[in-house]
């Protein structure tokens, strides 16, 4: 589905911090949007920025923190979560009044409470925003335009939060195809810890788990076929990344793997007793809330 084109920019400016699929995949469909006029691009790794410059995912790249966000509208921090408070409190101080500044992290509680008070501090507005849309592939090559089409974004204003830049950043999202609501950042991160924290920590345990099984001399991984390949799909995501959230996030996150280690267990019980009713339960109530989830998906819901 192509995106809609706007008559005219949202955002005269805007600096992308950190050049990878998140981040690029915006740009890319804000400019396939006519959303906005210009993206200056800035990342850490400086072979993975010009590749986005010659990819078209950013017009131009910048030196130094300080010249990518001289003059922007709208700053973009799209990097892992540990390192969203620090690079802020780095370049805020080069942000003109009233600039707005907003992240895709997928920790918002930590996010928010560090970094808005500092931007409003320097008379910036600061909105928390996460995309619910993504793959396991990272750096600018694997950005697409498409990547948020018909996905969530979700934003975490709170009452400090300006209402102008909620409605911009709101507006961005939109124009890159997202559908956007609002959530409290507490409730925000623990339902990303059961949707999709727990997911990957127990992708990244298998995969760790089945590489270890030493009860054959031969790779067993050389066996595996499409369904461990689709389940552990996710842990071939970054490692950073990951790290940060698992970390960031950890109170929510150790909950939710509390709450498998429950139903775990019980598995593991009906196993061990040989329970083929009970087994044939648990299977039967997976299946009906799986076939849930697929059927709202095709109802768009």
């Not at 906005?36 to 072979?47: C, F, K, L, P, S």
């Amino acid at each position: 589905m192509a995106l809609a084109t706007l008559q005219k920019p949202l955002c005269r400016r805007l600096a992308l911090v950190g050049v990878g699929l998140i981040g690029g995949s915006l740009t890319l469909a804000l400019k396939q949007a006519g959303a906005v006029g210009e993206v200056i691009g800035w990342d850490r790794d400086a072979v993975n920025l010009q590749l986005a410059v010659e990819l078209g995912v950013v017009d131009r790249a910048a030196v130094s923190l300080a010249t990518a966000v001289a003059d922007a509208d709208l700053v973009v921090l799209a990097l892992p979560v540990q390192a969203l408070a620090p690079v802020a409190a780095e370049l805020l101080p080069h942000l003109a009044p009233g600039t707005v500044l907003t992240d895709t992290g997928s920790v918002k509680e930590s996010v928010v409470t560090a970094i808005e008070p500092l931007a409003l501090r320097f008379g910036c507005h600061f909105v928390g925003g996460h995309p619910i849309s993504g793959t396991e592939r990272s750096g600018a090559v694997a950005a697409f335009a498409s990547l948020y089409q018909g996905k969530r974004c979700i934003l975490t204003p709170t009452s400090a939060t300006d209402g102008a830049a909620v409605a911009l950043v709101t507006a961005l999202w939109q124009a890159a195809g997202s559908a956007v609501v609002q959530m409290d950042v507490r409730k925000h991160d623990r339902i990303l810890a059961a949707i999709s924290h727990l997911p990957h920590m127990i992708a990244y345990a298998l995969v760790n788990a089945v590489s270890a099984y030493d009860q054959y001399p031969e790779n067993i991984l050389e066996y595996t076929a499409g369904g461990f390949r689709d389940f552990t799909r996710i842990a071939s995501s970054d490692p950073v990344m990951w790290r940060d959230i698992a970390l960031e996030n950890r109170a929510a996150v150790l909950e939710m793997i509390a709450q498998f280690e429950r139903f775990l267990a019980e598995l593991k019980g009906d196993i061990e007793r040989a329970d083929g009713a009970a087994l044939q339960a648990f299977f039967r109530q997976s299946k009906i809330s799986r076939d849930a989830i697929v059927q709202s998906a095709v109802r768009g819901e």
